[in-house]
């Protein structure tokens, strides 16, 4: 990294920081020639290995794509969508890894996708996961209702102390 005051060729990092969607790392730099300070933003590539064995740059246009046929006639917009792309790459990135497949990504969907929109989240999950049967879907919807309970369960109003008339 050239100093862009004085072209050193190298820097000091004195600060790094993670930008607040997870995305990037930001780092504060300064010249130990020159002593000026600047800042750079990296972003760490991630790549996609596809099917046929190409490998390509996550992109969350393909999420978007890819889950824009589960949301037919759901009330989810092209900003949710945009939201649930940037969630799955989170999602990824905090992962650590670099690579991955699209297996893979299709996992990363599934729990942003749920929270979005259930009955996207089943047709999605119908086709990603490869269900076969009723079984395969009742179970999936079991698994809806279970949590559905438990958040209920958990929600503090439901928890009244009865008054002490002493
Ligand atoms: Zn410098």
């Known amino acids: 990294m050239h100093c862009p005051f004085c072209r050193h060729p190298d820097s000091r990092v004195i600060d790094s920081r993670t930008s607040d969607d997870g995305l990037s790392i930001r780092r504060r730099r300064q010249c130990p020639e020159c002593g000026g300070r600047f800042s750079t933003t990296e972003t760490a590539s991630l790549m996609v290995i596809k099917r046929s064995g190409v490998l390509e740059s996550f992109s969350r246009e393909k999420v978007i794509s890819g889950v824009r046929k589960a949301c037919q006639g759901r009330p989810v917009t092209e900003a949710d969508l ?85």
Do not use: C
Request: glycine residues 6%; aromatic residues 6%; hydrophobic residues 40%.
């Open 82 to 166: 945009a939201v649930l792309a940037q969630k799955v790459e989170e999602v990824i990135r905090q992962t650590g890894v670099s690579q991955l497949d699209t297996n893979e990504i299709g996992l990363a969907i599934l729990g942003p996708l749920r929270e979005l929109d259930e009955v996207a989240f089943l047709r999605f999950a119908s086709v990603y996961q490869e269900f076969d049967s009723l079984e395969d879907f009742e179970r999936a919807i079991g698994d809806l209702r279970a949590d559905h309970t438990a958040s209920a369960e958990n929600h503090p109003d439901a928890v009244k102390a009865d008054s002490a008339d002493g």
